[in-house]
């Protein structure tokens, strides 16, 4: 199954979507259903013990970059999250893990498997931002397998499913953007700061693998 | 012309065979009294559910059920290797046998749960046996089974082509089998030098049963006798027996496989699936009653399928409009495994068919089977002749049209002619009797063909595109005789048998080894055995289903009970009279050469007033104070018939449609069958039988088809996704019938549990093609949905650049 589309982000620039979208915090917060999202080792991930480390943790989100860089997706690097679906009659949760291939501004792709009881599935993604008259789009793209109880229900049902968790996850960024004031027009001195962190996101982005 | 049923009561015990009484069994069926398997409750029962592939195609590294086995209630979960334990029943390899060989056939194994491997999605993997049904199957959830993901593959030309992931052994190429049957030179003569040849190509989808009682069964052991009783959802407790003995390695006559009310089946409750026996296998080990119900998904997935076909057909044809040559390849899909009766379906039941109701000189046709990821295929309603009919009705369509004949005058032309019965066809078989133009005629009557075409015209002129579909189908029913059937490969005999017997007070119940579900057996083999007693009808109970209580049997299916079944109780009842003649004759102090039967009594020829009932002949027998020297007690008979040749029932269905190639809809102005099943028992069944037959031909025509994603995972695997035709998609029919007896059975009937789906699909897909011919439109696919008629209509006006359909003559 092949799911794309475009989301427009209001009043922010592209380097402040990269540097929210490089937040496996904030992205854990804005993807609906999603328990926890966290950098594993391998792929061989102990999801029992995961879900024990991360049953009460808050997620701390911040504006601060230097946070952010800390924590922020690596290029090559695994990450283990749980998330939990409704598809039609059932609400699967999936257990996945996904690999950052390429991750360059304002381009990154990823790719990884998730899998639950009776469904499972294999995805890549892909999104590019670029910057529009009054805002950000982002173009994205997942090209799905999907297998099992879920693929039975048939790309008629899973299709709507797979757009509203985007258009929820893009809404909810875009209110984090507005929340931790990432975007929007701050006053100077904090934007200014802001953006030569992002700027070193970026840099670091580029030159560390 | 619809037929009224009769109360049994308002006719005499002399009329009492070809009526149309109404059907015994519906009241309990109506009412809810009826017993299903699920209906069966056994004190301490446990509950199974099955784990399925959620892959089309894996290998499983590993299976833990040790969360599941842990919750409170779960009796025990198990898999392939709990089968192979020294504490568990019997012994590896439990395998899901194939009982029809062919000499080419690629026997592969396949494990009652997976092993190391799944093949199709929906193939089981394990267990669990709980207190409840609900919690075995929350129990699946906590299986956690690591599975490597396959490539899969769906359809038979992709299964066969070179670079294709292979089911089961790199070597074999998926190939299930290569057969072919006819004379390959001549048929290539007659190629080389024929005027025109006529090409068709088409697929015949895959098709889901859906019976509407799901599969079930009940098992129940008792360690101190051995005795395993399976209650099951079968079409054929008795093949049942025999197989299930064999995979589970329990002794046959230990074994008591009982059908209860079973809720439809069209073929797929013959088979022997890996389910039934792991309920009898887990209810053995456990020593408690069993019971596992399939979900309707689950029956999605896991039953098996049918149909399946890519075929490519030429029909050579002189200029004058005669056949002089048939050609055909196909290649069928056998799905992950090879099912009970799989490797007959595409070859036997299918090849043995291609001539139709035509004289063609030269046949020839080859089939490879192939192995996809897809649930086993096998018998489905019609089974091989309907893809037959389809393929030989469809060309027959394209050649008319190519020749410029008209449809009817190109096939009456073409048929056997009526002095040629026997008719030795060239693919294998003698057809029995046959008047092939009568129906024909009947069928046209009632359709008014003669005004057809000038309505069809003045329609065209006001843009309403009507159309008119034929299928001429011949059918080889009665499965059949034993030796021919051993010949072909069958690993079982097809007789039949019964057991008719009297009870003290006169009464009698006749024992069938036939199994109905659904078909008004009960009705029917009363009413022949009541005929043949000459004792009211009422007074006959007919009892099928159950190993214990009936001497043997082979089952229903392939339109077989009537001719065969129902030929065995004649021949039971003829011994019972036989044997009464004897006791009749000593109570009338007569020879028994003087005594003649008739409608239910004895007398001395000349001398009428000599006479006895055969009820008092029946209560002499048990009495057993005065009998004849040497003859024992009690009055019964068992027989075991067996046929001497298949049965051919034929007729001519008719579409008549309207199609809208602005939206693609399609419209049913009139469906017209006429059939000729021989004689028949009870009209009223015969025309239930053919409205549900020809209901499941138009669902094929239209609406239904299993279809798969790339990765093998089946999206039509719902009621909601799998379009089973309602009411309201089921065009009225108009029913008739000619009747031309078999020679072949005392019944003189030839079979019609199947002739309405055989013949339905290709009379639509005509009728569509000819309402289309404005268009260029030769065919649409099957499911013929709006879209694809709509799409067909379009390309056809694209290419050939008259624009779009609507302007090519869609409107005025």
């Given at each position: 199954?092949?799911?794309?589309?475009?989301?427009?982000?209001?009043?922010t620039?592209?380097e402040e979507?990269?540097?929210?979208?490089?937040?496996?915090?904030?992205v854990?917060?804005?993807?609906?259903?999603?328990?926890?999202?966290?950098?594993v080792?391998?792929?061989d991930?102990?999801?029992?013990?995961l879900?024990?480390?991360?049953?009460?943790?808050?997620?701390?989100?911040t504006a601060?970059?230097d946070?952010i860089?800390?924590?922020?997706?690596e290029?090559?690097?695994?990450?283990?999250?749980?998330v939990?679906?409704?598809?039609?009659?059932v609400?699967?949760?999936f257990?996945t893990?996904?690999t950052?291939?390429?991750?360059?501004?304002?381009?990154?792709?990823?790719?990884g498997?998730?899998?639950?009881?009776?469904?499972?599935?294999?995805?890549?993604s892909?999104?590019?931002?670029?910057?529009?008259?009054?805002?950000?789009?982002?173009?994205?793209?997942?090209?799905a397998?999907?297998?099992?109880?879920?693929?039975?229900?048939?790309q008629?049902?899973?299709?709507?499913?797979?757009?509203?968790?985007?258009?929820?996850f893009?809404?909810?960024v875009?209110?984090?953007l507005?929340?931790?004031?990432?975007?929007g027009?701050?006053d100077g001195?904090e934007?200014?700061?802001?953006r030569?962190?992002?700027?070193?996101l970026l840099?670091?982005?580029?030159?560390?693998? | 012309?619809?037929?009224?049923s009769?109360?049994?009561?308002?006719?005499?015990?002399?009329?009492?065979?070809g009526s149309?009484?109404e059907?015994r069994?519906?009241?309990?069926?109506?009412?809810?009294?009826a017993?299903?398997?699920?209906?069966?409750?056994?004190?301490n029962?446990?509950h199974?559910?099955?784990?399925r592939?959620?892959?089309?195609?894996?290998?499983?590294?590993?299976v833990?059920?040790?969360?599941?086995?842990?919750?409170?209630?779960?009796?025990?979960?198990y898999?392939h290797?709990?089968?192979?334990?020294?504490?568990?029943?019997?012994?590896?390899?439990?395998?899901i046998?194939?009982a029809?060989?062919?000499?080419?056939?690629?026997?592969?194994?396949?494990?009652?749960?997976?092993?190391?491997?799944?093949?199709?999605q929906?193939?089981?993997?394990a267990?669990?046996?709980?207190?409840?049904?609900y919690?075995?199957?929350?129990?699946?959830?906590?299986?956690d089974?690591?599975?490597?993901r396959?490539?899969?593959?769906t359809?038979?030309?992709?299964a066969?082509?070179?670079?294709?992931p292979?089911l089961?052994?790199e070597g074999?190429?998926n190939v299930?089998?290569?057969?072919e049957?006819?004379?390959?030179?001549?048929?290539?003569?007659a190629?080389?030098d024929?005027d025109?040849?006529?090409?068709f190509?088409a697929?015949?989808?895959?098709?889901?049963?859906n019976?509407?009682?799901?599969?079930a069964a009940?098992?129940?052991?008792?360690?101190?006798?051995?005795e395993?009783?399976?209650f099951?959802?079968?079409?054929?407790?008795?093949?049942?027996?025999?197989?299930?003995?064999?995979?589970?390695?329990?002794?046959?006559?230990?074994l008591?496989?009982k059908?209860p009310?079973?809720?439809g089946?069209?073929?797929?409750?013959?088979h022997?699936?890996?389910d039934?026996?792991?309920?009898?296998?887990?209810?053995?080990h456990l020593?408690?009653?069993?019971?596992?119900?399939?979900?309707?998904?689950?029956?999605?997935?896991?039953?098996?399928q049918g149909?399946?076909?890519?075929?490519?057909a030429?029909?050579?044809?002189s200029?004058?409009?005669?056949?002089e040559g048939f050609?055909v390849?196909?290649?069928a899909?056998?799905?992950?495994?090879?099912?009970?009766?799989?490797?007959?379906?595409p070859?036997?039941?299918?090849?043995?068919l291609?001539?139709?109701?035509?004289?063609?000189p030269?046949?020839?046709?080859?089939v490879?089977?192939?192995?996809?990821?897809?649930?086993?295929?096998?018998?489905?309603?019609?089974?091989?002749?309907?893809?037959?009919?389809?393929?030989?009705?469809?060309?027959?369509?394209l050649a008319?049209?190519?020749?410029?004949?008209?449809?009817v005058?190109f096939?009456?032309?073409?048929?056997?002619?009526?002095?040629?019965?026997?008719?030795?066809?060239?693919?294998?078989?003698?057809?029995?009797s046959?008047?092939?133009e009568?129906?024909?005629d009947?069928?046209?009557?009632?359709?008014g063909?003669?005004?057809?075409?000038?309505r069809?015209?003045?329609a065209r002129?006001?843009?309403?595109y009507l159309?008119?579909?034929?299928?001429?189908?011949?059918?080889?029913?009665?499965?059949a005789?034993?030796?021919?059937?051993?010949?072909?490969?069958?690993?079982?005999g097809?007789?039949?048998?019964?057991?008719?017997?009297?009870?003290?007070s006169?009464?009698?119940?006749?024992?069938?080894?036939?199994s109905?579900?659904?078909?008004?057996?009960?009705?029917?083999?009363?009413?022949?055995?009541?005929?043949?007693?000459?004792i009211?009808?009422?007074d006959?109970?007919?009892?099928?289903?159950?190993?214990?209580?009936?001497?043997?049997?082979?089952?229903t299916?392939?339109?077989?009970?009537?001719?065969?079944?129902?030929?065995?109780?004649?021949?039971?009842?003829?011994?019972?009279?036989?044997?009464g003649?004897?006791?009749?004759a000593?109570?009338?102090?007569?020879?028994?050469?003087d005594?003649?039967?008739d409608?239910?009594t004895?007398?001395?020829?000349?001398?009428?007033?000599?006479?006895?009932g055969?009820?008092?002949?029946?209560?002499?027998?048990?009495?057993?104070?005065?009998?004849?020297?040497?003859?024992?007690?009690?009055?019964?008979?068992?027989?075991?018939?067996?046929?001497?040749?298949?049965?051919?029932?034929?007729?001519?269905?008719?579409?008549v449609v309207e199609?809208?190639?602005?939206?693609?809809e399609?419209?049913?102005?009139?469906?017209?069958?006429?059939?000729?099943v021989g004689?028949q028992?009870?009209?009223?069944?015969?025309?239930?039988?053919?409205?549900?037959?020809v209901?499941?031909?138009?669902?094929q025509?239209l609406?239904?088809?299993?279809?798969?994603d790339?990765?093998?995972?089946?999206?039509?695997?719902?009621?909601?996704?799998?379009a089973?035709?309602?009411?309201?998609?089921?065009?009225?029919?108009?029913?008739?019938?000619t009747?031309?007896?078999s020679?072949?059975?005392?019944?003189?009937?030839?079979?019609?549990?199947e002739a309405?789906?055989?013949?339905?699909?290709?009379?639509?897909?005509?009728?569509?093609s000819?309402?289309?011919d404005?268009?260029?439109?030769d065919?649409?696919?099957?499911?013929?949905?709006?879209?694809?008629?709509?799409?067909?209509?379009?390309?056809q006006?694209?290419?050939?650049?008259?624009?779009?359909?609507?302007?090519n003559?869609?409107?005025?």
């Open positions: 199954m092949e799911f794309n589309g475009t989301f427009e982000l209001e009043d620039t592209a979507v990269w540097l929210a979208l490089s937040d496996p915090a904030l854990a917060e804005a993807l609906p259903g999603c328990e926890f999202l966290v950098r080792d391998d792929g991930v102990d999801f029992d013990a879900r024990e480390e991360y049953a009460d943790r808050e997620r701390e989100l601060d970059a946070v860089e800390e924590r922020a997706f290029e090559g690097a695994t990450y283990a999250a749980l939990q679906i409704s598809v039609g009659p609400n699967p949760t257990e893990v996904v950052i291939d390429e991750r360059e501004f304002p381009e990154m792709s990823a790719s498997e998730g899998s639950s009881g009776d469904s499972s599935f294999e995805m890549s892909s999104m590019a931002l670029s910057e529009t008259d009054d805002g950000v789009a982002v173009d994205w793209n997942t090209e397998d999907v297998f099992g109880r879920v693929a039975q229900m048939g008629r049902v899973v299709n709507p499913v797979a757009n509203r968790v985007v258009k929820r893009f809404s909810s875009q209110q984090q507005r929340d931790l004031e990432m975007a027009e701050g001195e934007e200014s700061g802001k030569s962190l992002t700027d070193r840099g670091r982005s580029k030159g560390d693998k | 012309m619809s037929i009224d009769i109360d049994p009561d308002d006719v005499d015990a002399a009329d009492i065979l149309a009484i059907r069994e519906d009241p309990a069926l109506i009412t809810g009294n017993e299903y398997t699920d209906d069966i409750e056994l004190p029962t446990a199974a559910a099955i784990l592939s959620q892959y089309a195609h894996a290998t499983i590294e590993d833990d059920t040790s969360d599941a086995e842990t919750m409170d209630g779960v009796v025990g979960v898999t290797d709990d089968l192979a334990r020294d504490d568990t029943p019997g012994d590896l390899p439990f395998l046998p194939v029809w060989q062919l000499p080419s056939l690629n026997d592969v194994d396949h494990p009652m749960l997976a092993d190391g491997r799944v093949r199709y929906g193939d089981a993997i267990v669990v046996v709980a207190d409840e049904r919690l075995a199957h929350d129990a699946l959830d906590n299986i089974v690591d599975y490597e396959r490539d899969a593959v359809n038979p030309s992709d066969l082509a070179g670079d294709a292979q089961h052994s074999d190429r299930a089998f290569d057969w049957i006819g004379d390959e030179d001549k048929t290539d003569d190629f080389a024929a025109n040849v006529v090409e190509e697929d015949n989808q895959l098709l889901i049963p019976a509407m009682e799901p599969r009940v098992a129940d052991y008792n360690p101190g006798t051995d395993l009783d399976v099951m959802t079968t079409q054929n407790p008795h093949v049942h027996r025999l197989l299930m003995s064999g995979v589970l390695g329990h002794p046959e006559h230990k008591r496989i059908a009310d079973v809720g089946g069209f073929g797929s409750k013959i022997h699936y890996a039934e026996a792991l309920v009898a296998w887990a209810a053995k020593e408690r009653p069993v019971k596992w119900v399939a979900t309707r998904s689950e029956t999605y997935l896991t039953d098996a149909r399946g076909h890519e075929t490519t030429e029909l050579a044809v200029d004058d409009g005669d056949i050609r390849d196909t290649k899909n056998m799905g992950a495994y090879l099912s009970t009766f799989a490797p007959a379906v070859t036997w039941l299918y090849g043995t291609l001539s139709g109701q035509y004289d063609i030269a046949i020839h046709a080859s490879k089977g192939a192995y996809t990821n897809v649930p086993p295929v096998d018998a489905y309603r019609g089974a091989g002749r309907p893809e037959a009919s389809f393929v030989v009705e469809r060309i027959m369509h008319a049209k190519q020749l410029d004949i008209d449809p005058e096939r009456k032309r073409n048929f056997v002619a009526d002095d040629d019965f026997p008719f030795e066809t060239e693919v294998a078989v003698v057809y029995d046959g008047e092939y009568k129906p024909m009947e069928a046209l009557e009632m359709v063909y003669e005004d057809f075409r000038e069809q015209e003045q002129e006001e843009g309403r159309g008119v579909g034929f299928s001429c189908y011949i059918e080889a029913c009665g499965l005789p034993s030796e021919l059937a051993g010949q072909l490969g069958a690993q079982a097809l007789w039949e048998s019964s057991l008719v017997r009297f009870h003290p006169g009464t009698v119940t006749a024992f069938c080894g036939t109905g579900h659904g078909q008004g057996h009960g009705t029917t083999y009363a009413q022949i055995v009541a005929n043949e007693l000459g009211p009808y009422d006959v109970e007919v009892v099928e289903g159950d190993t214990d209580e009936i001497p043997h049997g082979m089952g299916y392939g339109s077989r009970s009537a001719a065969v079944g129902g030929s065995s109780l004649v021949k039971s009842a003829e011994k019972v009279v036989e044997k003649k004897q006791i009749a000593h109570q009338l102090e007569a020879d028994p050469e005594v003649e039967f409608d239910g004895y007398r001395v020829a000349g001398a009428p007033d000599r006479s006895i055969i009820k008092d002949v029946a209560g002499q027998a048990y009495l057993a104070h005065d009998m004849p020297d040497g003859e024992e007690p009690g009055l019964e008979a068992t027989s075991f018939y067996d046929p001497d040749n298949f049965v051919f029932p034929f007729g001519t269905h008719v579409a199609v809208d190639p602005e939206s693609g399609i419209e049913f102005e009139t469906y017209v069958a006429v059939d000729d004689n028992i009870n009209p009223k069944i015969v025309e239930g039988q053919i409205h549900g037959g209901a499941q031909g138009v669902g025509a609406y239904e088809g299993a279809e798969y790339d990765n093998g995972n089946l999206v039509t695997g719902s009621m909601q996704d799998y089973v035709p309602k009411a309201e998609h089921i065009p009225e029919m108009e029913t008739g019938s009747v031309t007896p020679p072949h059975n005392p019944l003189g009937v030839k079979g019609v549990g309405g789906t055989i013949a339905a699909p290709q009379a639509i897909v005509n009728a569509v000819d309402a289309l404005p268009f260029g439109v065919g649409v696919e099957m499911p013929m949905t709006a879209e694809r008629v709509w799409q067909a209509v379009n390309e006006a694209s290419a050939d650049g008259s624009g779009d359909a609507a302007e003559g869609g409107e005025e």
